[in-house]
T-cell receptor
Framework: QQQVKQSPQSLIVQKGGISIINCAYE??????FPWYQQFPGKGPALLIA?????SEKKEGRFTISFNKSAKQFSLHIMDSQPGDSATYFC??????????FGTGTSLTVIP | DAGVIQSPRHEVTEMGQEVTLRCKPI?????LFWYRQTMMRGLELLIY????????DSGMPEDRFSAKMPNASFSTLKIQPSEPRDSAVYFC?????????????FGDGTRLSIL
């Protein structure tokens, strides 16, 4: 059973637009929901993370929205830039334990 | 601070050969994870350790795969014998337990090609 489902698989956005990536999870015991950004030839790097006791977290142009009752969370990238073109992974799990990763979203921001 | 260090960055070898991938976690981290990334299957957890002890190896695909962590600063993932379908990017990650909001930190991976 896939613990974390991520959509869309790929996304093309115009520069300045909003990129939205969605994830859903199964296990209500998860208490940590990070998003990772991966550039070609590099490992995934933590972008932003949220815990289930808040509904939204914002860091610069990146915002996580969290809906605990629906078991869903999403990443919003405001004012998308070509430099944001990368693959984005959501994950869910418990700190210091196994994370379950989504299948990734390839984002392309067109100048 | 030094991040997770993996070696080699690239490995090309012939089918049937033994392959050893190496990882040095971030100093002080007590969890270590090995992942495999392919286009078809995404990021798969192979095995993870806590305080050098394997906790869950259910993701290891076959007996040809083995992983060890002889001390807190070093881990290996070995494939013997290797097969073309093992071609992938292998990542090592480490994290710190016992504290909130501690993510996994990834190395830059080993790109493995089995001919």
């Amino acid at each position: 059973q896939q613990q974390v489902k991520q959509s869309p698989q790929s996304l093309i956005v115009q520069k300045g637009g909003i990129s939205i990536i969605n994830c859903a999870y199964e296990n209500t015991a998860f208490d940590y929901f990070p998003w990772y950004q991966q550039f070609p030839g590099k490992g995934p790097a933590l972008l932003i993370a949220i815990r289930p006791d808040v509904s939204e977290k914002k860091e610069g142009r990146f915002t996580i929205s969290f809906n605990k009752s629906a078991k869903q969370f999403s990443l919003h990238i405001m004012d998308s830039q070509p430099g944001d073109s990368a693959t984005y992974f959501c994950a869910a799990g418990n700190t210091g334990n196994q994370f379950y990763f989504g299948t990734g979203t390839s984002l392309t921001v067109i100048p | 601070d030094a991040g997770v260090i993996q070696s080699p960055r690239h490995e090309v070898t012939e089918m049937g050969q033994e392959v050893t991938l190496r990882c040095k976690p971030i100093s002080g981290h007590d969890y270590l994870f090995w992942y495999r990334q392919t286009m078809m299957r995404g990021l798969e957890l192979l095995i993870y350790f806590n305080n050098n002890v394997p906790i869950d190896d259910s993701g290891m695909p076959e007996d040809r795969f083995s992983a060890k962590m002889p001390n807190a600063s070093f881990s290996t993932l070995k494939i013997q014998p290797s097969e073309p379908r093992d071609s992938a990017v292998y990542f090592c990650a480490s994290s710190l337990a016992g504290a909130v909001n501690q993510p996994q930190h990834f190395g830059d991976g080993t790109r493995l090609s089995i001919l």
